[in-house]
């Protein structure tokens, strides 16, 4: 069984990390995925990998933090069932010592990216409830999936903007969930915790294995695990899914 056959998903981010293993699962379901990167040469060397069959998934070379981009990749694909909110960019300095420009970047990619994405496809997702067979919203129920973090709800030194941020994500979906469930779409978030991928790669990470009760960092596989459950579970919405073995409840 292919649970998404015949939808659609848009995965920002899409090209590395999280938001490639998330693209792949969702390949595996049956969607249909489109990648969004800065990267043209990341974004085709990630769709070369991709599961087939492969001529059903493709790219878009953009910028999230620019609504023009948004209005573009709406027109472009406009029939997206699955929006997955991806993209982020992490920081590692005390606030008193970030930059400006630095600031501005991490809150334009993580936060207002995510707002301008929900915002264009959510729309368009909206649009398209009258006149739809209840079975066919049911098969193939409309929804968003943002990325948050762990760090929106625990402290953590040197990561400020950053959790500022991933913290709007929350209550960014939890708003969203009840302004856009009566159009039969569904929002919800995934707070990972430390995860296998190149944001944690300089990071102690034996120190911090020794905080996480299951003694380990996650796999991005195990964050796509949680997407395609957010995915295909058409009752998931308003979810706010902790996936960091356990670290928050320490």
Request: aromatic content about 4%.
């Amino acid at each position: 069984m292919v649970p998404l056959a015949g939808s659609h998903a848009l995965i920002t981010g899409g090209s590395r990390g999280i938001g490639l293993a998330i693209a792949h699962r969702l390949a595996r379901e049956g969607a249909a995925c489109t990648l969004v990167g800065r990267d043209e040469q990341r974004l085709q060397a990630a769709l070369a990998g991709a599961p087939s069959p492969a001529h059903a998934h493709s790219y878009l070379v953009g910028d999230v933090r620019h609504a023009d981009f948004w209005a573009e990749a709406v027109a472009q694909r406009p029939n997206i069932s699955i929006l997955v909110n991806a993209a982020g960019l992490a920081q590692n300095s005390l606030l008193v010592r970030t930059r400006d420009e630095d600031l501005q970047e991490i809150l334009d990619v993580n936060l207002r990216g995510t707002i301008l994405g929900c915002r264009s496809f959510g729309k368009s997702m909206m649009k398209r409830k009258a006149g739809m067979l209840l079975l066919a919203v049911r098969a193939h129920s409309r929804s968003i999936i943002n990325i948050s973090s762990l760090l929106a709800e625990k402290g953590g030194q040197g990561a400020t903007v950053y959790a500022a941020s991933k913290a709007g994500i929350i209550g960014l979906t939890r708003a969203l969930a009840t302004e856009m469930g009566p159009f039969g779409v569904r929002v919800n978030t995934i707070l990972p915790g430390y995860i296998k991928t190149d944001m944690t790669e300089n990071l102690k990470q034996s120190l911090l294995q020794e905080k996480i009760p299951l003694g380990r960092l996650g796999e991005p596989e195990e964050v796509a695990d949680a997407a395609a459950f957010l995915a295909k579970n058409s009752y998931a919405s308003n979810c706010i899914l902790n996936l960091d073995g356990g670290l928050s409840a320490t």
